[in-house]
């Protein structure tokens, strides 16, 4: 399974955006790039995936580098709601499996 | 949206007793399901894939007569921790991907259950 490099952790404050970053130096052309978070004592959820272009949900903005070596997770506007673990992770296309790293915990300052 | 639960959401067993732990899809069907586990401040790491009506596909490293997983719905999925010890206490998790619309785009998890072995 291909490696994501993400800082361990984070903090931001209320009401501010927040730039996400991961590293996928060893991605190929096919793996597609998920984000999930994870809440304290809870499962992860799913915020937002891609392959190539960038991607815009209700919950954040997906930017992909022109070489997919990297992307960054964009929370436009963080609430303390929004404090989580954030992992980075690549799926091989077809493939069902998600294979979780270290992931970036994110804190909020209100 | 999708709904994935789990029953029960903690427990505390006896060492050597086994424990099940139940994964259910509440509104959509998956033939596929997959157990995590997390230690504290860890991250997930993948146990096995559930497969309805097929035997479950185990990672490596992680025993299979240990932890027995039975897909018996495209709703139900559950795992048995065999004979626990103290060092299986963890968070399992388990995730779901609905059959409709055929996407692998996003597996929905369930709230994972805290299993604590004396």
């Known amino acids: 399974d291909a490696k994501t490099t993400q800082p361990n952790s984070m903090e931001s404050n209320e009401e501010e955006p927040v730039h996400l970053p991961c590293n996928h130096s060893?991605?190929?052309?096919?793996?597609?790039i998920h984000w999930y978070r994870q809440l304290p004592s809870q499962g992860p959820e799913y915020v937002i995936h891609g392959l190539t272009s960038n991607v815009n949900n209700r919950m954040a903005s997906l930017a992909i580098a022109e070489d997919r070596k990297s992307s960054t997770l964009i929370l436009h506007r963080a609430t303390l709601r929004d404090a989580a673990v954030y992992y980075c992770?690549?799926?091989?296309?077809?493939?069902?499996?998600?294979?979780f790293g270290q992931g970036t915990r994110l804190t909020i300052n209100p | 949206g999708a709904v994935v639960s789990q029953h029960p959401s903690r427990v505390i067993c006896k060492s050597g007793t086994s424990v099940k732990i139940e994964c259910r899809s509440l509104?959509?069907?998956?033939?596929?399901m997959f157990w995590y586990r997390q230690f504290p401040k860890k991250s997930l790491m993948l146990m096995a894939t559930?497969?309805?009506?097929?035997?479950?596909?185990?990672e490596q490293g992680v025993e299979k007569d240990k932890f027995l997983i039975n897909h018996a719905s495209l709703t139900l999925s559950t795992l048995t921790v065999t004979s626990a010890h103290p060092e299986d206490s963890s968070f399992y998790i388990c995730s779901a991907i609905p059959i409709a619309g055929g996407s692998y785009n996003e597996q929905f998890f369930g709230p994972g259950t805290r299993l604590t072995v004396l």
């Open positions: 992770i690549l799926r091989v296309q077809g493939a069902q499996k998600l294979v």
């Open positions: 559930s497969n309805e009506g097929s035997k479950a596909t185990y």
């Open positions: 509104d959509f069907q998956a033939t596929t």
């Open positions: 060893t991605i190929s052309g096919t793996d597609y």
